[in-house]
């Protein structure tokens, strides 16, 4: 299994790019939104990706973080959902936007995205909803490149990489307060739910913040 490519781009497709190893070039799949935050052509990139195999198809998709290869992997596994559909998802989306659109039950959201009907989307909410906690909390990093993961050691004058970007700054702050919300003992699905609307009014709010805007909102009302 390939979990990581760590490279330089030698090509850009309209929907993947090509990955240099050590003179080894891989072809990875990505979503738009993944594509558009690689590097150009000679830089170094990296991406965490998933290897799917099928009796005429092998095939490589990267992604900026674990969060949203564990997406990629929770909605290919959804009936309906092929890869291609959940590359148009997490484009549309993203890890983060995704999280609060499961978590929320927010179904248009993710019709939204190129080539998804209103039954799969649906299908895909109610299959995956008690799944976006956990997903939620593994919160988020870019994979980071270095020299020596792309360069041979004898190059000369290398150019300095150019990582990934990660996710939106809220991704560790949901994660943390999810685990608070936990701990506080509500259940993961309201807590999830709770977290991904405060996020989604306030992205850049830190965890403390965070926790206290859900809080609010899981408060009894009357």
Same mark, same amino acid.
């Given at each position: ?90 484009? $549309? @989306?993203? !890890?983060? /936007? ?9 179904? %248009?959201? =993710?019709?939204? *995205?190129? &080539? ?60 943390? $307060? @999810?685990? !608070?919300? /936990? ?9 999830? %739910?709770? =977290?991904?609307? *405060?996020? &989604? ?22």
């Amino acid at each position: 299994m390939i979990g990581r490519i760590a490279g330089r781009i030698d090509m850009r497709g309209p929907d993947h790019v090509l990955i240099d190893v050590r003179g080894v070039g891989y072809v990875v799949f990505a979503s738009d939104r993944t594509l558009m935050a690689l590097p150009g052509p000679g830089e170094a990139a990296a991406l965490y990706t998933e290897l799917i195999v099928r009796e005429d198809l092998l095939q490589l998709y990267g992604f900026p973080t674990l969060v949203e290869k564990e997406w990629f992997r929770l909605l290919t596994s959804v009936q309906g959902v092929g890869a291609k559909g959940a590359l148009a998802i997490l484009g $549309a @989306l993203g !890890a983060d /936007g995704l999280s609060r659109a499961i978590a929320l039950g927010d179904q %248009a959201s =993710v019709k939204a *995205a190129k &080539g998804i009907g209103p039954k799969t989307a649906q299908r895909i909410v109610l299959e995956l909803k008690d799944k976006a906690p956990a997903v939620m909390a593994m919160g988020g990093t870019a994979p980071t490149t270095t020299s020596d993961d792309v360069i041979e050691p004898d190059t000369p004058s290398p150019r300095p990489p150019k990582p990934v970007p990660g996710p939106a700054p809220s991704a560790s702050a949901q994660a943390e $307060a @999810l685990s !608070a919300l /936990g701990n506080l003992g509500y259940a993961p699905s309201e807590a999830a %739910a709770a =977290v991904a609307e *405060a996020a &989604g009014e306030t992205p850049e709010a830190d965890t403390p913040t965070l926790i206290r805007a859900a809080l609010k909102k899981l408060a009894p009302k009357g």
